[in-house]
Nanobody, 115 residues
């Protein structure tokens, strides 16, 4: 199973980006999907998660600016990021968790927000 994240790039502060992450290969029933990020010199932190039935959870720093969504038929999760700030600069990782509790991680996509 591989998770392929895309959509990262360089954007000015106040701009928007949309990340997507799709799973390829055989994956057991997916429970939750999520996005995490890791800035240089920092630990990886949760950005947002979404359950199979659509319940969402956001880090306080992104609430109101980021929106997570998913397409269960396509095994894909999205992260719409609006009003980006320089402190959002990080490598963003997608994570899927199946119903057995096994986690799958993507390789990450870099988001750089210039001031």
């Amino acid at each position: 199973v591989q998770l392929q994240a895309s959509g990262g790039g360089l954007v000015q502060a106040g701009g928007s980006l949309r990340l997507s992450c799709a799973a390829s290969g055989s994956i057991f029933r997916i429970d939750s999907m999520g996005w995490y990020r890791q800035a240089p010199g920092e630990q990886r932190e949760l950005v947002a998660t979404i359950t199979r039935v659509g319940t969402t959870n956001y880090a306080g720093s992104v609430k109101g600016r980021f929106t997570i969504s998913r397409d269960n038929a396509k095994n894909t999760v999205y992260l719409q990021m609006n009003n980006l700030k320089p402190e959002d600069t990080a490598v963003y990782y997608c994570q899927f968790r199946d119903v057995t509790g096994m986690d799958y991680w993507g390789k990450g996509t870099l988001v750089t927000v210039s001031s």
